[in-house]
């Protein structure tokens, strides 16, 4: 895949059990922020999103949350499922509609 | 609603070369970006394109470049090919007003 080379942070989860995905961001004007989802040989697959106005977002199996003090966010998936297992992507958006990607984390799903 | 299509899935290219990548998006998406996808560099924007106009930019050399027609498809081309071209290059497709992206497969381009 894509990925393969690239020296990611990788974390390893027992099925069944949650995951936190921690991101970083840069620009304190960032205003959007996307978690994307990518399996290999695929594009990045959208999951949630949260605006700047918001410091939880609920979806499916999913929350993602923001805190803009340390400009940190993170994504929470319940029940980790072996369908989960990919290279997971926090974007932020600030002026235009450019996106500026994180390096990435890698989720192992161990059965 | 078909998903965003790229075209061609997997190309083979030699150093100098030109090559010409294709992006249909979503149908009613109007805005179509770019993205190079490296294991060394990761995801980086190039180019946004909405309403046959180039909106937006990255940070790459004018050997990259793109259009966009009327009925909103796209496509980006890289002239004087070099070998750290090689990549995957992936379109994302957004309905106007909304930020969120939808991304083709991605079209996989090796310089050699």
């Known amino acids: 895949g894509e990925n393969v080379g690239l020296h990611l942070p990788t974390l390893s989860v027992q099925e069944g059990d949650n995951s936190i995905i921690n991101c970083a961001y840069s620009?304190?004007?960032?205003?959007?922020f996307i978690w994307y989802k990518q399996e290999s040989g695929k594009g990045p697959q959208f999951i949630i999103d949260?605006?700047?106005?918001?410091d939880k977002r609920q979806g499916q199996r999913v929350t993602v949350l923001l805190n803009k003090t340390v400009k940190h966010l993170s994504l929470q998936i319940a029940a980790t499922q072996p369908g989960d297992s990919a290279v997971y992507f926090c974007?932020?958006?600030?002026?235009?509609?450019?996106?500026?990607f994180g390096g990435g984390t890698r989720v192992l799903v161990k059965p | 609603k078909a998903g965003v299509t790229q075209t061609p899935r997997y190309l083979i290219k030699t150093r100098g070369q030109q090559v010409t990548l294709s992006c249909s998006p979503i149908?009613?998406?109007?805005?179509v970006s770019w993205y190079q996808q490296t294991p060394g560099q990761g995801l980086q924007f190039l180019f946004e394109?909405?309403?046959?106009?180039?909106?937006n930019k990255g940070n790459f050399p004018g050997r990259f470049s793109g259009r966009q027609f009327s009925n909103s498809r796209s496509e980006m081309n890289v002239s004087t090919l070099e070998l750290g071209d090689s990549a995957l290059y992936l379109c994302?497709?957004?309905?106007?007003?909304?930020?969120?992206?939808?991304f083709g497969p991605g079209t996989r381009l090796t310089v050699t």
């Open positions: 994302a497709s957004s309905p106007a007003g909304v930020y969120e992206q939808y």
């Open positions: 620009n304190s004007a960032s205003d959007y």
């Open positions: 949260i605006r700047s106005n918001m």
């Open positions: 974007a932020e958006k600030a002026a235009g509609n450019k996106l500026t």
């Open positions: 149908s009613g998406h109007r805005s």
């Open positions: 394109y909405f309403s046959e106009t180039q909106r």
